[in-house]
């Protein structure tokens, strides 16, 4: 019998293949993405007044959720014959497009806003050897300029959200939680950026409620961070400013996608302040044991202001995890710290522990 198709974490092209669109096998470029745990969060359950699960896509091979579409936008684009891919990121798109490009065998341009990429993933980014293209801009400028690159140069594939393929791909995520359940969440709560992925995760529901595969579809609930959230305040950000630099987008190109999958939900698009990402970031890691970077916390922040204010969701609610934690170290370290040394001896180290054991 055939070792992969046995094998658990074969990624998302295989395990979800006629829900994708056609891809040959010979063009497949996979790091066995998907399959991330979702993870029940008794603690802050509580807090949230709902049954809450954690998806944790931090699990995946570069530890974001991009790689899940972008698993099927490389395969495509070696499919079509691309030589190289370009995209324009806050970080985690780049990371995910250097380490698929690498596995495909294809060249890799990364467009990013100086000084704006979390130290993780440009150390990723650098480790795969793409080309990081420094502009003197932000996200949304180098979107644009990675548009314009990908039409004028013919075999270069944008490998941005606004690429179908991207999409396709990422709603294998609505399937996974689906299944894990047993049935859809009454909610999904999730951060939003660019809103590709909340675009995705509402094609996914959508399309297994109408392909009688799950029973509903959940409300989705987007959050932003406050300093950029184009959609709540109904027009874009020229200088969109916040912790959570993942999601740090003025002109989200997937807008409509977001607002359409609130409006047929019975969800909602909403913010959160950067102390509020903040402390349910370190709600996460101190009492769930789940380190994710802080845009990651947005989903989870939205949900305990909603609880707040008495208009939280009921029932079953997952909150998406979008990558991990240690993509963005300097966050913790404007914190807190490493202690003060003490000597090697028992005496020093056991003062240490007795002042500090709950
Ligand atoms: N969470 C993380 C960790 C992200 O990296 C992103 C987007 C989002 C949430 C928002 O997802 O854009 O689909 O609404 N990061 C992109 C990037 C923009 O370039 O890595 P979205």
Not at 44 to 61: C, D, H, I, Q, T
Not at 299 to 327: D, I, M, Q, W, Y
């Amino acid at each position: 019998m055939d070792i992969q198709s046995q094998a658990s974490r074969q990624g998302v092209i295989k395990k979800y293949r006629e829900w994708l669109p056609e891809i040959p096998d010979r063009a497949i470029a996979t790091l066995g993405e998907g399959e991330t745990p979702l993870i029940e969060a008794s603690s802050l359950s509580e807090r949230v007044g709902a049954r809450l699960y954690l998806k944790f896509e931090g699990m995946n091979p570069t530890a974001s959720f991009k790689d899940r579409g972008m698993t099927v936008a490389m395969s495509r684009a070696v499919a079509a014959g691309s030589r190289a891919c370009v995209c324009a990121s806050t970080g985690n798109t780049a990371a995910s497009a250097s380490a698929y490009a690498a596995r495909a065998g294809v060249g890799c341009f990364v467009v990013v806003p100086v000084g704006k990429i979390a130290l993780g993933k440009a150390v990723q980014v650098l480790a795969h050897g793409a080309k990081i293209i420094q502009i003197e801009g932000n996200f949304d400028a180098a979107l644009k300029l990675s548009k314009r690159i990908a039409e004028e140069l013919g075999d270069v594939t944008l490998v941005n959200s606004v690429n179908q393929d991207r999409i396709e791909g990422q709603k294998t995520a609505a399937f996974e939680v689906t299944e894990a359940l047993g049935h859809p969440p009454d909610a999904l709560a999730l951060p939003v950026g660019n809103a590709g992925n909340i675009t995705s995760y509402w094609k996914g529901f959508s399309e297994w409620r109408e392909a009688g595969e799950a029973g509903g579809a959940p409300r989705m609930l987007g959050f932003q961070a406050e300093g950029a959230s184009p959609l709540v305040a109904g027009h874009d950000f020229e200088s969109p400013e916040t912790v959570a630099s993942a999601i740090r987008i003025g002109s989200p190109a997937s807008g409509e996608g977001a607002l359409a999958a609130a409006r047929e939900s019975g969800g909602a698009i909403e913010s959160v302040t950067d102390e509020e990402i903040l402390a349910a970031q370190e709600l996460l890691a101190r009492e769930e044991g789940v380190f994710c970077e802080p845009a990651s916390a947005a989903g989870v922040a939205g949900l305990l202001k909603l609880a707040g204010e008495g208009r939280g969701p009921e029932g079953v609610v997952v909150s998406v995890l979008t990558g991990h934690g240690l993509k963005d170290p300097d966050v913790i370290l404007g914190r807190t710290r490493l202690p003060e040394p003490v000597p090697a001896t028992f005496e020093a180290v056991a003062g240490e522990m007795e002042r500090f054991m709950p």
